[in-house]
């Protein structure tokens, strides 16, 4: 499963590769809702695409964006200051002549916080684009989909971990709270689970890399990075769902999941039984009009897809 990956989180690579509009009020939005609950994600990639406002809605973003970085760097450094003390009293402890495990554990807790710390303050702070970093999402995540509405192709921000329509919000979690797999839609679930989406609402992410967690041989596991051996990019299919709440206690959530399929022969050498379903460049009109297409032709549209060499190695 496709559990995280670097996309194109900026909007203007859309807007500059396939003529797409922007769909402004729902950044707006977006970015309203992750100032009243900062648990909402948006890769720091996102908000490099509104530096240089243009309207008055990029504008109101931008300002959010700034506020919403400032509040992260004052809570960040208020923390860091009781991390460093907690840090250093544990030290004291342990160079003296009763070590405890409480003091080892508080060293290692501290010195864990302290590096995430530093990482929130310098990303709050840094104008600098890091892709790497920047804009690589996750689960429960935030980014930029093309979808084509009203016959044009449109840039909206959209949750990557899909909540169908019409389905309660508790799809969104397993029974021991753990995020679900609806993130990913596998090819041959489509016509089943997927149905009211397959066929009527479909999306594309544009992605440099993907990252898989596979059995480490160890009984563990660990991050692989796979990447086109051309260096090209991934055109991936998705599902898109607009859910809306029936008793209107929620807001509207866009969110999508990326298509799956086997695995390709390398990505199954090292360890891992999927892999996302990379359009070729030809068949994304298609894909993105999907009424009135029978499911034959979508699946052609899916089973004719790229076939780049993934490279891999461990993650950083």
Same mark, same amino acid.
């Given at each position: 499963?496709?559990?995280s990956?670097?996309?194109?989180?900026?909007?203007?690579?859309y807007?500059r590769?396939?003529?797409?509009?922007?769909?402004?009020?729902?950044?707006?939005?977006l970015?309203?809702?992750?100032?009243?609950?900062?648990?909402i994600?948006?890769?720091?990639?996102?908000d490099?695409?509104?530096?240089?406002?243009e309207?008055?809605?990029?504008?109101?973003?931008?300002?959010?964006?700034?506020?919403?970085?400032?509040?992260?760097?004052?809570n960040s450094?208020?923390?860091?200051?009781?991390?460093a003390?907690?840090?250093?009293?544990?030290?004291?402890v342990?160079? +003296?002549?009763? *070590?405890?495990?409480?003091a080892?554990n508080?060293?290692? /807790?501290? =010195?864990?916080?302290?590096k995430q $710390?530093?990482?929130?303050?310098?990303?709050g702070?840094?104008?600098?684009?890091?892709?790497a970093?920047?804009?690589?999402?996750?689960?429960?995540?935030?980014?930029?989909v093309?979808i084509v509405?009203?016959g044009?192709?449109?840039?909206?921000?959209?949750r990557?971990?899909?909540?169908?329509a +019409?389905?309660d *919000?508790s799809i969104?979690r397993?029974?021991?709270g753990? /995020?679900s =797999?609806?993130?990913?839609?596998? $090819?041959?679930n489509?016509?089943?689970?997927?149905r009211?989406?397959?066929?009527?609402?479909?999306?594309?992410?544009?992605?440099r890399?993907?990252?898989?967690n596979?059995?480490d041989?160890?009984?563990?596991?660990?991050?692989?990075?796979?990447t086109?051996?051309?260096?090209?990019?991934?055109?991936?299919?998705?599902?898109?769902?607009?859910w809306?709440?029936p008793?209107?206690?929620?807001?509207d959530?866009?969110?999508y999941?990326?298509?799956?399929?086997?695995?390709e022969?390398?990505?199954?050498?090292a360890?891992?039984?999927r892999?996302?379903?990379n359009l070729?460049?030809?068949n994304?009109d298609?894909?993105l009009t999907?009424?009135?297409?029978?499911?034959?032709?979508?699946?052609?549209l899916?089973?004719?897809?790229?076939?780049?060499?993934?490279e891999?190695?461990k993650?950083a």
């Amino acid at each position: 499963m496709c559990y995280s990956a670097e996309v194109w989180a900026n909007y203007h690579k859309y807007v500059r590769a396939y003529g797409a509009d922007i769909d402004i009020n729902a950044f707006v939005e977006l970015y309203l809702r992750r100032a009243a609950d900062p648990k909402i994600k948006i890769p720091k990639g996102v908000d490099q695409g509104f530096l240089q406002p243009e309207s008055a809605g990029e504008a109101e973003i931008q300002a959010l964006i700034q506020a919403f970085n400032g509040t992260v760097v004052r809570n960040s450094e208020q923390e860091l200051f009781k991390q460093a003390k907690r840090l250093a009293d544990a030290e004291r402890v342990l160079a +003296g002549f009763k *070590p405890t495990k409480k003091a080892a554990n508080d060293q290692r /807790v501290a =010195g864990n916080k302290i590096k995430q $710390l530093k990482r929130w303050i310098s990303d709050g702070v840094r104008m600098t684009s890091d892709p790497a970093r920047d804009d690589r999402i996750f689960p429960d995540w935030y980014a930029p989909v093309l979808i084509v509405e009203d016959g044009r192709p449109i840039v909206r921000p959209m949750r990557y971990h899909c909540r169908p329509a +019409g389905m309660d *919000p508790s799809i969104d979690r397993t029974k021991s709270g753990q /995020v679900s =797999g609806t993130y990913n839609a596998r $090819l041959d679930n489509l016509t089943r689970f997927w149905r009211h989406l397959f066929g009527h609402t479909h999306g594309l992410m544009v992605a440099r890399v993907f990252y898989e967690n596979v059995d480490d041989g160890a009984g563990g596991s660990q991050e692989l990075q796979f990447t086109p051996s051309t260096g090209e990019n991934l055109l991936i299919a998705c599902l898109v769902s607009h859910w809306t709440d029936p008793t209107g206690n929620l807001p509207d959530l866009w969110s999508y999941a990326a298509v799956t399929d086997d695995p390709e022969p390398e990505v199954a050498a090292a360890g891992h039984d999927r892999t996302i379903v990379n359009l070729k460049p030809e068949n994304v009109d298609a894909w993105l009009t999907p009424e009135g297409r029978s499911t034959e032709e979508l699946f052609a549209l899916l089973d004719d897809k790229q076939h780049p060499y993934y490279e891999h190695r461990k993650a950083a």
